[in-house]
């Protein structure tokens, strides 16, 4: 599925093809949640890196986070580059490294219209802000770190592969 998105202010606009377009996944952490997260939580989608096209490149600031170590308190920088409007602030997309051939749009950036997810996984509970209640139906799954399935697999779980 192609998708278009843009920022509040309209400098950025950008386009990527998402063979995982249902925007289930709602992390709490405090880094999505901080940067992103209206609701308490960011809604991030999956998309082939390659097929990112941008408008306005030069509008869009890079924010790396530090992330703190639990077992050591040492904080490291995050290889995870979330990227955004310098002029408006709304969050775009994230792209890590590690991943290359991934990024990861925000879901509240996105301009097409996003088919509805028959479920939700609601992750990083355990950074949720005391303030924010989960919104969570019965099939909704709940994990206090990091979900047991990847987008991919929740996708293709449910029969909701995108196909060419």
Known sequence: MKLE???HCGSVHFSVKAAHPYPFNRC???ICRKTAGGGGYAINLGADYESLQIEGEEDISIYRAMIED???G???RSSGRRHFCRKCGSALWLWDPQWPELVHPHASAIDTPLPVPPEHTHMMLGSK???VEVQAQAKDRMFEEYPDESLAQWHQRLGL???D
């Open 74 to 76: 040492e904080c490291r």
């Open 5 to 7: 998105g843009s920022c």
């Open 70 to 72: 639990p077992e050591t």
């Open 28 to 30: 709490y952490c405090s």
């Open 129 to 131: 802000a005391d303030w």
């Open 161 to 163: 592969e995108e196909r």
